[in-house]
């Protein structure tokens, strides 16, 4: 793994308020190129809300962010540029087929005919995706489709990936699988910023955040965490601090 | 029982927490019946018409006079030549010339006859036949005045009268139809996509394996739309009598009854929709596409059935809501109950429960 | 430019892909053009005459004759007495009671002025006035004919009543057809249904399944994303319109006078005021529920303050003035008077400027209101 010692993510007292309810309330952190970062918290904590915000589709109430060199404020556009974003729900049309969703994504990236056609066999061929390719997206179950929301947002080969409780729904195995392709993404230089409810996950981040009630509450290596709340596991950490 | 109130509650919760769509609910039909019962009408009014007087003398002037007094035309131009009245039509502006031939005073005097050439932009045939018979007739009234001291012998003299719209309001015409096409599409259009939404999002399965029966979850969803369209109709209803001045000259309750009647037709159509689609779009396309045109066309809202080719005026029979516009002239109009309806509302509940009937079976064969 | 390239094809294979959808988009709507246009007529004929005959004389059978040979009657029965004639009126089988009193032919030939009773259903106001038109030439005719029997030769000359004959001539459509005006307005009007209900639906659609917010995260330009919406629904508009007009010509044979560059010309425009204002609904609305509940609202407006149906110049003032904000109005002018009256550039340019206008702001909006945060 190749974590550089460059922040690609620079976040300082970032807030979103909805009227009086602060759903992130200034967290601050950074993100080193070619890091895995582990974006804890329970349902409600404030993970996708805070994400929304790094990735450009929700304007920040307060506080400074700089995602791969842009504001969030000023430059949400640049940002969108250099970045892949797989979203909790799947986003993908299920009346297109798979490759027909890959050519779209890639066309409104802006990549070239050929670009795209190389892309989408190379991704196509990577996962596994060759006899399904034609077929239509819905039809496919939810553990292809999440390696094909992958793929799409992996397309335009983006210095960071977002994403959001990627694995969820999906049995161990195919998991596991997701997984590999994380880390492969990240051995190629690709920062991963992912949420997840999953604990066991955590622990193959290189640094986690745990944010509770719009606050981040802890954040380091697995290991130091583990060794901060006296904990065997990243499960039990996360329930002592949820617990308060 | 208690789950099925339960679950009751929870499609009311749904409906009133979406604030945008119970305004619209209740607003726009309000906001409609306001705007078509003060602006629609097919009688004519302030027509613009040019006059070409090639004789200008008394009786074209006379006559001139009382055209622009009525309050049907306004007679925006008087012309000097013939050839200007090509470019006029295609502007679009005027709808008709009058000609006055040459020595009309002397033609009429003289030889008893005079004649009026009346040119009309026959694009639009109705205001165009409107314009004949009213210009015709004022020049009638004239020549009547000019003839006031002939004394004819055996005249037959009818006298008109108008019943049930004696003032000849066009709101009379336009409020009963224009409340059908707002409940018919109101009912049916709501039911049918919130019932596909739920298929659409996939929480129906959810529903259908719950211990609510299958016809419990249906009339869950369809109890909180009966109880908005009651109190649509009972609204417009209500504007009819207060702000229109339309009459009830039947029985209230009668027609109360008959309305929620109409509803739960179009209800029970809006499942039948919903059986038939599997997503939003196609149930919006049926109830918008499908029921929209012939609502409005065959329903006698605006067009006289009377009028159309006979096959038309049978399909007219199966829609709804040209029997439901019968129902509302006969009690608010001509203030007659149930021994001059029975046979429309039989109809109706008819049609409701062969849809119901339908739908049941459409249901059974989905889930085998 | 590339990228709105894939946003049209996508939009397109979503469409054609849509079994479901193909026969509501493109079948159904031309159906109706073909079986609904006849209905649209406003023409008054076949009018249900029910009579009392009091008199039971030749004079009232040669009278109730006159309106038997009439095309506009339909003589339905002779009652016995009035209150039976009332009732079928209730009833709905009559719309108008002739009844002819006692003594009629007695008094006709003694005081030489006899009256003749009259009940119009007066519900249709309209209706009611072209039949009493109708009712009143009939008897007029047979007056007439009658004194001129009973006089047996000329009135003397003083006697004679001055004449006044009102010839019309209906120019652009001479026998009064009303598919010549009812056609092209009902084309215009599927063609404004079937873009708005598709464009309203569509952007909130990708809200409502997810997809939108994929669609967010991307660097594409908000313009390039609408641009790329319209495109497909402006030639779906444009397929309509020429299936319609082609229906137009080959089974109503309506003349299509003025110029089809013009009328496609002048389509385009309005195609894309249409599709703003349904992206406008799209971008504005949460659920596809409220976007068609909204389309729904302005489609009946707009097709009822259209002059299509009713004529505009009897509205109220004010509701004229609300007219000039309606698009459809515009486009049934222009239809009616390229296709009927062969209107020039010319004749249609204040439209044109007018629609131009409307969509430059309606696209504007659209634009604007399509958000790529939330």
């Known amino acids: 793994m190749s974590v550089r010692d460059e922040n690609i ?41 805070a994400m929304k915000m790094l990735i450009g589709i929700s304007t920040p109430t307060s506080g400074k ?41 890639g066309g ?137 | 029982m208690k789950k099925f109130i339960g679950f009751i509650k929870k499609e009311f919760y749904h409906i009133f927490r979406d604030r945008r769509s119970l305004f619209i609910l209740f607003g726009m039909p309000i906001a409609q019946i306001m705007l078509f019962g003060f602006a629609i009408t097919n009688e004519i009014n302030n027509v613009n018409v040019v006059v070409l007087d090639l004789s200008k003398d008394v009786s074209t002037n006379t006559i001139v006079n009382k055209i622009s007094a009525s309050s049907y035309f306004t007679v925006t131009q008087l012309l000097e030549s013939q050839n200007e009245v090509e470019s006029i039509f295609k502007k679009g502006k005027v709808k008709a010339v009058i000609v006055f031939e040459k020595d009309f005073d002397q033609q009429m005097r003289n030889a008893g006859i005079a004649k009026i050439q009346l040119l009309t932009d026959a694009t639009d045939p109705n205001t165009a036949n409107t314009i004949n018979n009213y210009i015709t007739s004022i020049t009638q009234n004239y020549a009547k005045e000019i003839n006031q001291d002939i004394q004819l012998p055996f005249q037959i003299v009818p006298e008109s009268r108008m019943v049930f719209n004696p003032e000849i309001k066009s709101v009379f015409m336009f409020v009963p139809g224009v409340m059908t096409i707002i409940l018919m599409l109101v009912s049916a259009m709501m039911t049918s996509i919130s019932i596909t939404k739920e298929k659409e999002l996939g929480t129906m399965e959810i529903l259908l394996v719950s ?116 129902i509302i002239k006969g009690v608010m109009l001509k203030g007659v109950g149930l021994l001059y309806l029975w046979k429309e509302t039989l109809i109706l509940l008819g049609m409701t429960v062969f849809f119901i009937l339908l739908s049941i079976r459409k249901y059974k064969i989905r889930l085998e | 430019m590339n990228t709105i390239r894939y946003i049209i094809q996508k939009e397109f294979k979503q469409i054609f892909r849509n079994k ?130 009973l006089i047996q030769g000329n009135l003397p000359s003083e006697m004679l009543p001055k004449n006044l004959l009102t010839i019309p001539s209906f120019w652009y459509n001479e026998t009064l057809n009303y598919k010549t005006f009812m056609v092209p307005g009902i084309l215009v009007l599927i063609v404004t249904m079937i873009t708005l209900f598709l464009s309203g639906m569509n952007i909130v659609r990708e809200k409502e399944i997810g997809t939108l917010e994929q669609i967010n995260v991307t660097p594409i330009k908000k313009h390039q994303f609408i641009i790329g919406k319209l495109f497909p629904f402006v030639l779906i508009g444009l397929l309509l319109l020429t299936i319609g007009l082609v229906i137009s010509k080959v089974i109503f044979s309506i003349p299509i006078n003025g110029s089809i560059l013009l009328m496609y010309g002048y389509t385009i425009i309005y195609i894309l005021v249409i599709l703003g204002i349904g992206l406008f609904i799209s971008n504005f609305t949460d659920t596809q529920q409220q976007a068609m509940f909204i389309s729904w609202f302005f489609v009946v407006i707009f097709i009822l303050m259209s002059g299509l149906f009713t004529p505009i110049e009897s509205m109220p003032k004010w509701a004229q003035v609300l007219t000039d904000f309606n698009p459809i109005k515009y486009f049934v002018e222009v239809m009616r008077m390229v296709m009927l009256k062969g209107s020039s550039f010319q004749d249609i340019l204040p439209q044109i400027i007018k629609t131009s206008i409307y969509a430059i702001l309606m696209n504007g909006l659209a634009v604007w209101s399509y958000k790529k945060t939330v």
């Not at chain 1, 995602?67 to 430059?75: I, K, R, Y």
């Not at chain 1, 540029?81 to 890959?102: C, H, P, W």
């Not at chain 2, 929709?273 to 919006?284: E, G, L």
Request: include cysteine; proline fraction near 4%; aromatic fraction near 10%.
């Open chain 1, 9 to 49: 993510i620079e976040v300082e007292g970032l807030t979103k308020a909805f009227g009086d309810f602060k759903a992130v309330n200034e967290i601050s952190f950074v993100v080193k190129r070619g890091e895995i970062f582990g974006f804890l918290g329970a349902n409600g904590a404030g993970k996708t809300t």
């Open chain 1, 65 to 105: 962010a700089k995602v791969a060199g842009f504001d969030v404020f000023t430059s949400a556009e640049d940002i969108k540029k250099n970045i892949g974003y797989m979203s909790q729900k799947f986003a993908l049309y299920d009346d297109l087929t798979v490759r027909e969703n890959i050519t779209f994504f």
């Open chain 1, 108 to 244: 409104i990236y802006g990549l070239k005919r050929q670009q795209i056609k190389n892309k989408s066999n190379q991704l196509i061929e990577e996962l596994g995706l060759e006899d399904v390719k034609n077929q239509l997206v819905g039809s496919l179950p939810l553990g292809w489709k999440q390696k094909i929301s992958f793929s799409v947002a992996m397309l335009h080969e983006p210095k960071i990936v977002f994403l959001d409780e990627p694995t969820g729904g999906v049995d161990p195995i195919t998991r596991r699988q997701f997984w590999e392709m994380i880390y492969k993404a990240a051995d190629e230089g690709t920062t991963i910023f992912v949420t997840t409810h999953y604990m066991d996950e955590a622990e193959y981040c290189n640094r986690v955040s745990i944010m509770v009630n719009g606050k981040i509450e802890a954040l380091d290596t697995p290991q130091k965490l583990k060794e901060q709340f006296k904990a065997d596991n990243m499960n039990d950490v996360f329930l002592k601090l949820a617990r308060g």
């Open chain 2, 211 to 326: 211990p609510l029966k299958p016809y419990q979850v249906i009339i869950g969803k369809v109890i909180p739309y009966v109880f908005l369209s009651i109190i649509n109709a009972l609204v417009i209803i209500l504007l009819s009598i207060f702000i229109f001045k339309m009459p009830v000259q039947g029985s209230f309750f009668l027609l109360g009854l008959e309305s929620v009647l109409f509803i739960i037709t179009s209800l029970s159509l809006g499942i039948l929709i919903s059986t038939m689609s599997k997503t939003q779009q196609t149930a919006m396309m049926i109830s918008l596409m499908g029921l929209m045109l012939p609502v409005i066309l065959l329903s006698g809202f605006i067009f006289p059935i009377n009028s159309m080719p006979l096959p038309l005026q049978v399909i007219s029979n199966i829609i709804p809501a040209k029997w439901f516009i019968i």
């Open chain 3, 20 to 149: 479901g959808m193909l026969p509501l988009i493109f079948v159904l709507p031309l159906i109706q053009l073909i079986i609904l246009s006849n209905a649209a007529t406003f023409e008054i004929k076949n009018i249900k005459v029910g009579y009392v005959d009091f008199d039971h004389s030749s004079t009232s059978d040669g009278l109730m004759d006159k309106f038997t040979a009439s095309t506009y009657f339909q003589v339905k029965d002779q009652f016995p007495s009035q209150q039976l004639a009332n009732s079928a009126m209730l009833n709905g089988d009559i719309d108008v009671i002739i009844t002819i009193p006692s003594h009629f032919e007695r008094d006709l030939l003694k005081e030489q002025k006899v009256n003749l009773g009259l009940q119009i259903n007066a519900i249709d106001g309209a209706a009611a006035g072209v039949t009493n038109f109708y009712i009143q030439q009939v008897v007029s005719t047979y007056n007439n004919a009658i004194r001129a029997e």
